[in-house]
């Protein structure tokens, strides 16, 4: 299973999740909300874990902590994921709108100039304004867009552009979500759960739940379980081969 966007830090008991996860050999990023989150959630990774840890400062903290741009900017040579970033056009937070974009702009600099990174990005209610920035920035990564929740037209600019789609079974519940998982290019999704924030049957949902999305997309693709668990695969082996990790992802890494 692949799990590409939870926040294992988030947990209360974190180890015994990450201890569950390497119990069933599964593939995670852990996405980090602040760039000082970033040394703690390395620490959760064992040896010879399939979990990779992402850098990242959230768009929803960008008004909070953009002071941690300085530190972000330390830790970005260790990071070869970087997540959660980029905007949030939600009501709640268009007071704070320039310093989204101030934050999230110096992400992607930082990216380019470090030759790309694996993006894990948030763009709900600005996904147009997302995609004009990974325009301004061409170099800065392979954006994986988190929980797409934009227009059809949204999703034919950014398919263009070359962004992938992380799709959780939280996602997969509303009808208008389920039609853009289904126009999406089937090589360029994978799997996510954005737990523990995201609700599987009432709770938190697991890293283990991604599962469920697996299951999902059998049923819109048409799918048998099996082959899309091979497509899903082939698909993380595809996107991580471009990156300097690429063996030790898909191996467990040797001590």
């Known amino acids: 299973m692949i799990d590409f966007h939870a926040h294992l ?3 209360p008991d974190p180890l015994s ?5 390497s119990s069933r050999g599964m593939y995670v990023l852990s ?3 602040t760039p000082s989150a970033w040394k703690g959630t ?3 990774i064992q040896l010879g874990s399939r979990v990779r840890p992402a850098l990242g400062l959230h768009p929803e903290l960008a008004h909070l902590r953009s002071g941690e741009l300085a530190l972000f900017d330390e830790y970005l040579p260790q990071a070869m ?3 959660e970033v980029g905007l949030d056009g939600g009501p709640e937070y268009k007071q704070h709108w320039q310093a989204q974009l101030a934050v999230f702009d110096h992400i992607l600099r930082a990216c380019k100039a470090a030759d790309g990174r694996t993006l894990s990005i948030h763009s709900r209610r600005a996904t147009s304004a997302v995609l004009d920035r990974l325009e301004a920035f061409q170099g800065a990564g392979t954006p994986i867009l988190h929980w797409f929740s ?3 037209r949204e999703l034919e600019r950014a398919v263009a552009l070359g962004c992938w789609f992380s799709v959780g079974p939280a996602m997969l519940v509303a009808e208008k979500a389920r039609g853009l998982v289904r126009a999406m290019p089937k090589e360029r999704v994978l799997t996510e759960t954005d737990g523990p924030f995201a609700q599987v049957d009432g709770e938190s949902a697991k890293p283990w739940d991604a ?3 697996t299951a999902g ?3 819109l693709w048409n799918m048998p379980q099996p082959d899309v668990d091979m497509l899903l695969h082939a698909n993380l082996r595809a996107l991580v081969t471009a990156s300097r990790e690429a063996v030790q992802i898909l191996e467990p890494a040797s001590s």
């Open 9 to 11: 830090d988030l947990y």
């Open 17 to 21: 999740v990450v201890r569950e996860i």
């Open 31 to 33: 996405v980090t909300t």
């Open 42 to 44: 390395s620490a959760l």
């Open 81 to 83: 994921y970087v997540g």
């Open 150 to 152: 934009g227009s059809r």
């Open 211 to 213: 599962g469920r999305a």
């Open 217 to 219: 997309l059998a049923e």
